[in-house]
């Protein structure tokens, strides 16, 4: 059995020790109104590095460090997760989270062995953290493998919901149809009109104007 890496370790040890002079700038990030990157502060709204629609999402931050960047995923509708390699750096968010009443699971692991099942998370994220003290041909196949695929799409079971759900990749619908001796004559992906009103929780208008939440599939069999 493979033993934890060296540089794991290492870097375990010395975010321990550097954890206590990182409280300040994880106060800022937690008390911060909107979120800004790096070590020019970057506004979000000018880098645009955050999806313009979160809302029930299941976000985990890879190196999560004092937890800012996953408050203002929560604050953004996400259902988020901070993993850290840190104990220190974790007990430093713990206390924020109290200070601001905004409570996520930690998790106290190294983003190249992370804790949870393949294709649990729908965004996986780093500032810092994994993705320069990771190894990245470990942690950005594990980020891969945390992240709900779009390939091999199949069978869904949500954690709130009882029923079960199928939905497949449009290659995958076509080679189906296809298959079943059916012709594809048109894929319609529907989008909002101007005016629309969002009736459902899942299906906001900034994500459907994007992405389409709905599509109708037209197919015949050939005489």
Known sequence: ???TP???LRNRAAWDHLAASYA???LRGWAAAEPSWGIWGVPDAGAGI????LDGL???ELGCGTGYVSAWLARRGTRPVGLDNSAAQL???RGLQDRFGLRFPLVHASAE???FADATFDLVISEYGASIWCDPYAWIPEAARLLRPYFGMHRFEWPDDDCVEFHLGHGDMIRLLRSCGLEVDDLIEIQPPPGATATHPLATLNRARQWPCEEVWKARKPR
């Open 1 to 3: 059995m493979t033993g």
């Open 6 to 8: 060296d540089h794991v």
């Open 24 to 26: 300040g700038p994880g």
């Open 50 to 53: 955050l999806p313009p629609d």
């Open 58 to 60: 299941d976000s985990i």
């Open 91 to 93: 007990a430093t968010a």
């Open 113 to 115: 062995h992370a804790p």
